[in-house]
């Protein structure tokens, strides 16, 4: 059977569908054979991948190829340590990927721990209680509250039931559940109150159930599905690396061979140019890249840690700064998950309150004026009876050791509701006001109860006191209107006319265009001879007192990571599974939709186009209302075919799947589930859609530091074997040793790159477009910056080398000599040029003692530089002598002039736009 076709049939036609008697259930030997015949009850894992296959995976990537062809060289040289070195980085890398992977994979045995471990279900005519993977399709089972729904089932018998069902569907409050069959076609899933579906929890009332859709086949099993057959997304980061990974070993090898070629055509030695050809090639090599970028990264989820973001795959970090749309779950994300009332109305006055969630601070204000509720008794009322007639609790929990800030030091809590989420912001109001339950409870006693119905949609309790008896009443207010004869009014309780009617009905849609769930209150006192038997008899002739306005309200500091992310050039999209005016509303008080309007979609709107229709308005799109796990994957992929980076955020397991497919999913730490936590790559540990932005600001700087020590590197490189190339074609003796290049590539390729890492980002950072999808890393002038730096450094060290020489090539003395100063001049040509990558304009544009990293880093690869060249037992090994002080001014100024000539070019440039800008009619002033 088709799901269209459970909520459409009548419970009669379910029972003959399945051939089982409602009250005897099924034979146990029925069962039995179902069972053998359908498979268990519970989510199938896919076959998984081995541990062992998993690590040996991670030894296929092609970065890590060209670092084993590295290990095999400097084996060949005889460089021991760096052969070492290179491979503990693979080994580092392979060992964290397995451990990324393999956790990764873990999201269906998060989500197998919503279903059920027992049940009770009836068998020939008899209760048991059986293991919930035992069930078949056509068992009958019996729930009530605090039951866990074990498969899905459409309800035979509902009494009172009402499900919590956000973690599947995003909707903010339980949903009420009956037996009559539905009639129209594509029912959202949140609408479909005939059925129940396995993992969502019962919070009130009792029902009986068939079973219709078993393991796999259930919503929950589709969801399971959906994330086994979601592909995670390659970062922007790993695509960017294995790019540049071609690039450097098709540019190396064919570099070198020409050095080599044209060295040998010039009369070297064959041997003395294989072993510089392959000594350039080692350097031309960046090894230390993929360790400096995982260092970089480290570093970084350290600082997001303190930014309350766990990070569980490194690379999203670096993801979520290029990430162009964030598409947000609504409840529990955008919004606090806690229904709160935020708005009166009584005796034909507005009133607001203030407070937040469930703590019950807050005040009552009538036009900005606070009210003072002992000198109101209809509101005084109003809150009386809201709390009399309630099944719910507020409790606070203390957390040991963490104080509050502020003039009265007290131990940080959090308040905490138990039972209906309505319920307990009726309660919650009350406490606003001084007035509080434990207190009325302490006045009146509950003598008799009767349950809200989702038929009778209102309910009533009767309490006692020395006073007498009262009936307090609450419910939809056309429902409770009807039960009403009187109304208080101006402190009276005068007769409840057609003109009174229809000033509280117009208040009642007022509130309900606001998207405020609103709950009507009214009361009776009885008389001595009236009797609790006739409920009907019982809420007749209410008194009506007033209307209580409540919505699961915003988090207060969404608004301004919004406005944040917008200033970013970042569009931020709620996804959500509640209602359609809901969702606007909350939307339009986040500042979430432009000025200019902005599409809501609906769920049923997704479901009649195609994924060709979507992609031409999904960009258009601020609002998905009403939409079902599928629709969310659809979005996701809709945006990701148009060219963004998506993440995605979310709570529920509804949102696993869309989490997994989106270029970084983000799940809430302290009300998310474990599915969706699993699913993702970052945790939001303070569910604070504020520490996106934190996120994105060090994933752009994470990002730009690493293109700062490719440039470094590269440009470094590109400089050591120009040196090389020039000097060979130009028929000069080589003016480094293969010793000399291993040393210029061991000290500055080292610290002062890993420095580079962890620079601080440039003040505008937050205030530029996200990077496309598909930049290159070479965009941005980076790849000219690179060569043309390299170009510099190579002819500067070049020449410092040639004025070195005085003519006297053939001098092993002079020879040796000029080689130092070609050594040093590199050196220190690249220790400056570390400098100038700290900005994307020029060395002069930042404080050049800011990074006290780089600062050091600078100094130590110029100590070991020294010792090589002044300690004795070490110039024969490097080939090197002690320089003088005219030649120390040659390498200083030939070191010099690159970043001189560059920064010389930056500030040019800088002018030209300048002038440009401020001569454009199109500049504008905010």
């Known amino acids: 059977m088709s799901q269209r076709q459970w909520y459409q049939m009548s419970t009669e036609e379910v029972l003959l569908a399945h051939e089982v008697d409602p009250v005897r259930g099924l034979s146990w030997d029925e069962a039995t054979d179902r069972l053998k015949q359908n498979g268990s009850n519970e989510l199938i894992e896919k076959r998984s991948v081995s541990p062992l296959t998993l690590l040996l995976n991670q030894f296929k990537d092609f970065m890590v190829l060209v670092l084993m062809g590295a290990t095999l060289i400097s084996g060949l040289l005889g460089e021991y340590l760096d052969a070492i070195t290179i491979v503990l980085i693979i080994m580092m890398n392979g060992v964290l990927g397995f451990i990324q992977e393999f956790r990764a994979e873990r999201s269906l045995r998060a989500l197998k721990e919503l279903s059920a471990p027992f049940t009770n279900v009836v068998r020939d005519g008899e209760m048991h209680h059986i293991p919930a993977r035992e069930l078949v ?100 980061l790993q695509h960017r690396l294995e790019q540049l990974g071609k690039i450097l070993i098709a540019v190396a090898i064919g570099l070198t061979i020409m050095v080599v070629i044209a060295g040998i055509v010039h009369g070297q030695p064959p041997y003395a140019m294989f072993i510089a050809g392959v000594s350039l090639a080692v350097a031309a ?50 919004t606090q998950n806690k229904m709160t009332v935020t708005h009166l109305w009584v005796g034909g006055q507005s009133l607001d309150v203030t407070g937040d969630g469930y703590d019950p601070r807050g005040q009552i204000y009538s036009s900005g004026a606070l009210i003072d509720v002992s000198k109101n008794t209809m509101l005084a009322k109003l809150l009386e009876v809201s709390v009399l007639c309630n099944n719910a609790t507020l409790h606070q929990q203390e957390h040991d050791g963490k104080r509050k800030k502020g003039k009265d030091e007290e131990f940080a809590s959090e308040w905490l509701v138990k039972g209906d989420p309505t319920d307990g912001a009726l309660v919650v109001l009350g406490a606003k006001a001084g007035i509080y339950q434990q207190a009325l409870e302490g006045q009146y006693s509950r003598i008799h109860e009767v349950p ?102 915003p988090r207060r500091e969404v608004r301004d990571a919004i406005s944040k992310c917008r200033k970013a050039g970042i569009k931020t999209v709620m996804i959500t599974g509640d209602h359609q005016t809901t969702a606007e509303a909350i939307a339009r008080s986040l500042g979430m939709l432009p000025q200019n309007g902005g599409m809501i979609v609906s769920g049923a709107e997704l479901t009649a186009v195609t994924d060709e229709a979507l992609d031409k308005f999904v960009e258009d799109v601020y609002v998905f209302a009403r939409v079902s796990p599928e629709h969310k994957l659809r979005i996701v992929k809709s945006l990701q075919r148009k060219g963004h980076v998506v993440a995605m955020t979310g709570d529920g397991v509804n949102d696993a799947p869309a989490i997994k497919a989106a270029d970084i999913g983000i799940a809430m730490g302290i009300s998310g589930t474990d599915v969706s936590k699993e699913a993702s790559a970052l945790v939001l540990s303070d569910d604070n859609f504020s520490t996106i932005v934190a996120a994105i600001e060090e994933g752009r700087g994470i990002y730009e530091n690493i293109r700062k020590f490719i440039r470094y590197l590269l440009a470094s490189n590109v400089g050591e074997i120009l040196t090389m190339f020039i000097a060979m074609m130009a028929g000069l003796p080589l003016p480094l040793v293969p010793i000399q290049i291993l040393w210029v590539n061991l000290v500055t390729d080292g610290l002062p790159a890993m420095a580079l890492g962890v620079d601080q980002a440039e003040k505008d950072l937050m205030q530029q477009k996200p990077r496309g999808a598909k930049e290159n890393i070479f965009a941005r002038r980076l790849g000219w910056k690179i060569i043309s730096r390299g170009i510099l450094i190579g002819v500067c060290t070049l020449g410092a080398f040639y004025l070195s020489l005085h003519g006297h090539a053939d001098d092993p003395e002079v020879l040796v000599r000029a080689q130092s100063v070609s050594f040093a001049t590199l050196v220190m040509a690249q220790l400056i040029h570390v400098f100038d990558c700290r900005s994307s304009r020029s060395i002069f544009h930042r404080n050049l003692f800011q990074n006290r990293s780089l600062v050091l880093a600078v100094l130590s690869s110029l100590l070991l530089m020294l010792a090589v060249m002044y300690v004795p037992d070490l110039q024969p090994i490097f080939k090197t002598v002690a320089l003088g002080f005219r030649e120390w001014c040659l390498v200083i100024v030939a070191a010099g002039i690159p970043t001189f000539l560059m920064g010389i070019g930056s500030v040019t440039r800088g002018n030209k736009k300048s002038k440009k800008s401020f001569s454009s009619p199109k500049v504008s002033f905010r």
Not at 197 to 203: E, N, Q, R
């Open 137 to 236: 399709a056509g068992d009958i089972v019996v729930l009530e509250s605090g039951d866990r729904v074990p498969a899905d089932v459409r309800f035979i018998e509902t009494y009172g039931m009402y499900a919590e069902e956000s973690a599947l569907t995003g909707e903010s409050l339980p949903t009420s559940k009956f037996t009559d069959s539905l009639h129209t076609n594509e029912v959202p899933l949140g609408d479909q109150k005939n059925l129940g579906f396995m993992g969502t929890l019962i919070t009130r009332g009792t029902a009986k159930a068939v079973v219709v859709r078993t393991g796999m086949a259930t919503e929950m099993g589709k969801i399971a599905d959906l994330i086994q057959n979601t592909e995670s997304q390659e970062t922007p």
């Open 285 to 334: 090599i960046p090894e230390g890249l993929p360790a400096i970028v995982t260092i970089a990264l480290a570093l970084g989820v350290q600082r997001m840690i303190k930014r309350k973001a766990i990070v569980r795959k490194l690379p999203s970090v670096e993801t979520l700064g290029c990430a162009s749309v964030i598409c947000s779950d609504k409840t529990g994300t955008l």
């Open 452 to 553: 809200f119905d989702s038929d009778r949609k209102r309910m009533s309790v009767v309490v006692s006191s020395s006073q007498g008896r009262m009936v307090c009443s609450k419910g939809a207010p056309d429902v409770l209107l009807e039960q009403c004869s009187y109304v208080l009014w101006e402190d009276k309780i005068i007769p409840f006319t057609a003109t009174l009617k229809s000033k509280v009905l117009s208040a009642n849609e007022a509130m309900a265009r606001n998207a405020l769930r609103v709950i009507g209150i009214a009361y009776r006192d009885l008389k001595i001879t009236d009797q609790l038997t006739d409920e009907s008899e019982l809420e007749d002739c209410l008194v009506f007192v007033g209307l209580t306005g409540m919505i699961d309200p």
